[in-house]
């Protein structure tokens, strides 16, 4: 079992940054590969990046390649969204999650979530 608790989110304007983390708890933390997805309102829940059990392997949304980038520390079962040149399209509840199988873009793909942290670009 793996419990996930994001932090970092908050109102920025467009064109800054801010740095997302995704505390995990358990021992096993290190065998999950990890994603970010977000839920703006009114919206479905869609893939943000994800990353491979080891770090070796990070995959991205087109929407956000270039201007994102997730990484982990497996040493303090975290994982970090830094976020540069925001834009107000980036609003949304952002959520960690955990995988152990399947393909990383699919929520599917996912057993375990985080409650969500907001982001809000103003333009």
């Known amino acids: 079992q793996v419990q996930l608790v994001e932090s970092g989110g908050g109102l920025v304007q467009a064109g800054g940054s801010l740095r997302l983390s995704c505390a995990a708890s358990?021992?096993?933390?290190?065998?999950?590969?990890m994603g970010w997805f977000r839920q703006a309102s009114g919206k479905e829940r869609e893939f943000v990046a994800a990353i491979n059990w080891s770090g070796g392997r990070t995959y991205y949304a087109d929407s956000v390649k270039g201007r994102f980038t997730i990484s982990r520390d497996n040493a303090k079962n975290t994982v970090y969204l830094p976020m540069n040149n925001l834009k107000p399209e980036d609003t949304a509840v952002y959520y960690c999650?955990?995988?152990?199988?399947?393909?990383?873009?699919?929520?599917?793909?996912?057993?375990?979530w985080g409650q969500g942290t907001q982001v809000t670009v103003s333009s």
């Open positions: 358990g021992r096993t933390f290190s065998s999950y590969a």
């Open positions: 999650a955990g995988s152990t199988r399947g393909n990383l873009y699919y929520k599917s793909s996912y057993d375990y």
